[in-house]
């Protein structure tokens, strides 16, 4: 028998922290992609319906030329004017604390509540309702809006679907008896979510030297472990020829994936000379579970997607990598 998902009963006492509380900070993490400033945005309208001050704030920057438009309504930072109103602290889409940047000394002493679906993390706040198995967190919140009893408007349908979309690779990772997903999405097309207008805003918009970047990287890329990882780096020079500011991201990815026999694909961005980002993704058949990789490396993220920075150069961190993704490669 298939094991459908439903979600875990929402703890009585985040349901009381909610609806006790008057005034609330959402917070989401640094460096946001489209499901995390969705959260945050269809968070704070749902609190805001059941008659709370809302502030969303998120440390940016906002590079991912799909959510630059949004960053207008997010505060950078949590000022002591703020704190003293003691608002509870609502954090989306993160489950370490180290991912809200700046923000994680700030909100010290206020109530925290943590809604997520990351798997690896190191738990931190008051009360967690993380649901790995959870597509995006919007998924999460738009289970929230029926625990709640708040209507979901056409504009809010709209930031929960793009949680969804950039989060699934616009439903192409979602695996069998998963149908629950689907009908949560027929029920946003269904209030006006227009799915080929969001398919254009997620991989549409970006300009000719990024995609050349792109291309840049395929050419460098250099295939390891007998065709079954492949590593694309990435240098600060690059930055002279091509528009590098915008991730790479699932175009980079899906091509390389598309490759056969390649089973891990990692993405190394020289930041500054010591410090490098690292972009993980695994097949749908592999063996290698790179958010357990990626907490290794001091990040984080899923099975099949994840991410981290670490203090070290491009070559010292591909030579490590080789080294753990050969261990995994059973
Ligand atoms: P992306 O490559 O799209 O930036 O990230 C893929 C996944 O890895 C996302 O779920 C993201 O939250 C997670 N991730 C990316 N970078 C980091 C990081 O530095 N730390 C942690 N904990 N997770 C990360
Ligand atoms: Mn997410």
Redesign the pocket.
Known sequence: MPEFFSFPPLPEDIRLVIEDGSSFLIIG?I?P?GDCLSSQIAMGALLEALGKQVTLVNAGPFERSEITHLSGLFQTGVTEEMKAENPVVVVV?CS?IE?IGSLAEEIEGLTTVIFDH?AS?EYFGDYRYITPRAISTTFIIMHLYREFGIEITPEIADHLFFGFATDSGFFRFIGPYRGDILRHAAELVDLGVSPNEMADRISGGKNLDYVKYVGKLIDRSEVLLDGRLIIASSYIRDSRTFDTTD?P?DMLYSMLLAIRGVEVVLYLKELETQVTEI?LRSSHQSPVDVGEL?KRLG????RR?????VNESVEAVRDRLILLVKELLV
Request: charged share 20%.
């Open positions: 993490h460096n992609d889409d370490s991912r990351h993390g991730r991201g972009g990626a990040g984080g993220g899923h997607a994840a991410g981290a920075t």
